[in-house]
């Protein structure tokens, strides 16, 4: 066993930033005595390769350079490797993603030197994770989540923003662009939600989130009563919605008043289970996954994550 930290580094998030600052997190890891060593991402779940290899050669506590993706890659390795509870390693994340979603909740700042602070003094907390179970190909599939899933127009507009990026798209309003344009592709399913063990909801469905963070999509707050900790999922159900239900209320995504815009309702609940027809795509933490029928349950305060202090 080392006391030393492994850096997963993903060279592209965030557009390659994750290529470019690393030089300059390397450099204050090491001003300030974190002794690391480091590996880069070649390729999709990778990380969680490099995870899986690091818990084996001993080291017990990792740093995520990269945005939502990589974390949600390198917590599924946490889970896979079987030399420790995934608890026992010690996760810290240096933001340098496009939408770092996950930071949000515990108000980490894209500062590199207050988190790398934050990581000196191994300020932790132990947050609930999801398991989700999905459908892939007619074949049943299990990952764990550390964010938000989403299913419906959540994953129609992953699935259209990962494809603009495929071709070389890159900036700030490329997110927007794929929010309107997966709207008005969007076709509602008729979907049956059922929480630990009661259907709360059988009829047509535009989107749905669970999760056990607050954030998503770069900022918006889609679920913004979910409590990291409190050993429940939090949904958010959206019904069929007209454009301007969306457009005059669009500020009340991102201030946390979500649940006051028609359409919009809230539940909680340890096990989720959705079917639909026509299935719905899923996503995980930005990641398209597959899709219906799809069963979430939470495990309680499962990972140890490094946050900064209040």
Request: aromatic share 10%.
């Amino acid at each position: 066993m080392t006391n030393r930290w492994f850096v997963v580094v993903n060279p592209v998030s965030g557009g390659g930033r994750g290529l470019g600052e690393f030089p300059k997190i390397s450099r204050l890891l090491r001003e300030n005595g974190i002794e690391h060593d480091s590996a880069f991402t070649e390729h999709r779940y990778h990380a969680t390769e490099l995870t899986v290899e690091a818990a084996n050669r001993g080291y017990r506590n990792i740093i995520v350079v990269g945005g939502d993706g990589t974390l949600n890659e390198v917590v599924n390795g946490l889970f896979i490797q079987k030399q420790c509870a995934p608890k026992e390693i010690l996760l810290a994340v240096i933001a340098v993603g496009t939408g770092n979603d996950w930071v949000r909740t515990f108000s980490i700042p894209r500062n590199y030197s207050a988190i790398i602070r934050a990581i000196k003094e191994r300020t932790s907390f132990l947050q609930d994770v999801a398991k989700v179970t999905y459908t892939e190909s007619k074949y049943e599939q299990s990952r764990y989540m550390v964010n938000v899933a989403g299913l419906g127009f959540d994953a129609d507009v992953i699935k259209i923003f990962n494809h603009l990026k495929l071709k070389g798209y890159k900036g700030k309003w490329l997110y927007l662009y794929s929010l309107l344009k997966g709207y008005f592709s969007a076709k509602p399913a008729g979907a049956t939600i059922e929480v630990d063990g009661k259907v709360i909801y059988n009829k047509l469905l535009f989107s749905l989130a669970v999760g056990v963070c607050r954030y998503n999509g770069g900022g918006i707050q889609q679920l913004p009563r979910a409590v990291a900790n409190d050993g429940l999922l939090d949904l958010t159900i959206i019904r069929p919605v007209h454009w301007w239900h969306v457009i005059f209320r669009a500020n009340r995504l991102f201030n946390g008043k979500i649940y006051t815009i028609g359409h919009v309702e809230h539940a909680q609940g340890r096990v989720v289970k959705i079917t639909s027809a026509p299935d719905m795509s899923l996503e995980t933490d930005g990641e398209l996954q597959g899709g219906t029928p799809v069963t979430i349950s939470i495990v309680d305060e499962a990972i140890r994550v490094v946050v900064t202090k209040g």
